[in-house]
């Protein structure tokens, strides 16, 4: 998450927004965005957080916490907790006030959508859970649709590409590594 809100100079995930890897690849860029209503400071729940608020978190309890849903999806691919990087919560409104505190702006309406491209393999782990800011004592989630297609990766003639000489060279970055690896031409 450091490099997703450091390199495009913007904390606030939209569009034109690319999310990094540690090392400074492009995982992906946020293409279109009808919500503008995410979070990338927070993180998931955590067990003890959601065993607090909801009285349960195991996954198969009626409020799983959004970090073992994680390590869960991530130990289908042969991956463990350690594996789990930060991520994004999408859909979840958060902004930092002028005293620096974190503010829930609730949750995006329905019909809201976000399409991503991925930029190289990418293995993406959901989990549907209420954001820690949450201020309902109710465990509440909304329905999540997910479609998945072939699609271009962004390239040098593309705004997002060019957008800052940071996001230039991350693509070129993602670009390097692929061609290293026999993944891009």
Known sequence: MADTQKIPWQAYVTTGHPLLSGDGRVLA???EDSSAHHDAF???T???FTTAKYGAHRPESASPAGQD????????HGLTRRDVPPGVSFFQGVRVGGDGELQFRGSAGAGTHVDLVAEMPVIVLLANVPHPLDPRPDFVVGPLRIHAWSDTATGPDSAFWAATPERTRAYENTL???IARGAAA
């Open 42 to 44: 927070c993180g998931t």
């Open 69 to 76: 849903l994680l390590a869960l999806a991530a130990a289908k």
């Open 29 to 31: 860029t946020v293409v």
């Open 176 to 178: 390097d590594y692929l």
């Open 46 to 48: 955590t067990a003890t």
